[in-house]
């Protein structure tokens, strides 16, 4: 994977912060599910990683996929209950031995496979799940901090779709300067 390419993509979603009041206090799974389903879409590697759980024997996958299988409803609740407890969501797109982390912000800095840097602090990735389980945790209607105005989400989705196609063509990975991959 080029890094040039993961830069472009990072700094051209930067200006959503200024579009979306308070993403990142509510939003940053749709934000991550909108992301990560696009680059998913173009073929790239992702997952979906957790920082701030503080509870590290809980894996979120798993506990998305057993709330699934009893057929009990996903709520803020019952995610809670069952051992999570969201902090922040993050693209982790991988390529080889390289990985990225992506965010509203931007890029956030690995320090090994099981830390970043987030807002100038090292944190523990606590878990990873799927795109769709990002999905499905994004669509839950309350229980989010209340900062953030749920309208915006279509409008996240749509954003992210326009800003990514600028950098590829429908149904390629082919990218707009001249550079496939």
Known sequence: MNTNLINSIARNLKEINRIVPNLNYGGCAVFAHALGAELEKNGFKTNIVSIGFFLPENDPNSIVKNLKRNNAEITPDSLHQNGMGLCHLLVEVIDGGECYYLDSNGINVPVDENAIIFQDRRLFIDGRMSIEDCGTIANIEYGWNERFDRQFIPM????????????FRPNQLQLNFGMSI
């Open 156 to 167: 996240i989705y749509d954003y992210v779709k326009m800003k990514l196609s600028k950098f």
